[in-house]
T-cell receptor, first 113, second 114 residues
Framework: DSGVTQTPKHLITATGQRVTLRCSPRSGDLSVYWYQQSLDQGLQFLIQYYNGEERAKGNILERFSAQQFPDLHSELNLSSLELGDSALYFC????????????FGPGTRLTVT | GENVEQHPSTLSVQEGDSAVIKCTYSDSASNYFPWYKQELGKGPQLIIDIRSNVGEKKDQRIAVTLNKTAKHFSLHITETQPEDSAVYFCAATLPTSGTYKYIFGTGTRLKVLA
């Protein structure tokens, strides 16, 4: 158990809909990262937050957005969903922004039908 | 652009043999190189990491080597066991705008045959 929690574990929704994925980092970790993993694909970095502020953006679509709240939990919002958005979405946390081990949550499996 | 190449994509070894997975990174500013193991249905788990000021690091049956000049780093697993079967990812950190991005390789599916 990494100490990072993600909800829900599974999510099935229709095209055009909007969903919110939630992540709680390990106790004491200020940095939260979001990744997308499509079937048999590697991990694609989406976005990073540090202590409530956006710090880095990766290959995140404009239909996707995220935020980190004062209690350090983070939410990833996916809107106007398309079939191709079906994937595993992982959240990871680390102590700080300098290169440091990341701890991954169990992921949310999103299926868009 | 920033890139991490990982080889091979699949690897089958007999139990007790060694396994080697290799990664190459493109940006010489990268200075931290973690390796993750992902079992089916789970999130990636850090198994070992190395920083750029070190050439080799070992933890029991697992070792990582780094060649900064060639921008190569490798994962070595000795005396493989069936429970080592999983997908392994390498990563390199890239400094950007006051923080660091993690660039992951495409993964290696390791099968240890009993």
């Amino acid at each position: 158990d990494s100490g990072v929690t993600q909800t829900p574990k599974h999510l099935i929704t229709a095209t055009g809909q909007r969903v919110t994925l939630r992540c709680s980092p390990r106790s004491g970790d200020l940095s939260v990262y979001w990744y997308q993993q499509s079937l048999d694909q590697g991990l694609q970095f989406l976005i990073q937050y540090y202590n409530g502020e956006e710090r880095a953006k990766g290959n995140i679509l404009e239909r996707f957005s995220a935020q980190q709240f004062p209690d350090l939990h983070s939410e990833l919002n996916l809107s106007s969903l398309e079939l191709g958005d079906s994937a595993l979405y992982f959240c990871a946390s680390s102590v700080e922004t300098s290169p440091h081990e990341q701890y991954f949550g169990p992921g949310t499996r999103l299926t868009v039908t | 652009g920033e890139n991490v190449e990982q080889h091979p994509s699949t690897l089958s070894v007999q139990e007790g043999d060694s396994a080697v997975i290799k990664c190459t990174y493109s940006d010489s500013a990268s200075n931290y190189f973690p390796w993750y193991k992902q079992e089916l249905g789970k999130g990636p788990q850090l198994i070992i990491d190395i920083r750029s000021n070190v050439g080799e690091k070992k933890d029991q049956r697992i070792a990582v080597t780094l060649n900064k000049t060639a921008k190569h780093f490798s994962l070595h697993i000795t005396e493989t066991q069936p429970e080592d079967s999983a997908v392994y990812f390498c990563a390199a950190t890239l400094p950007t705008s006051g923080t660091y991005k993690y660039i992951f390789g495409t993964g290696t599916r390791l099968k240890v045959l009993a």
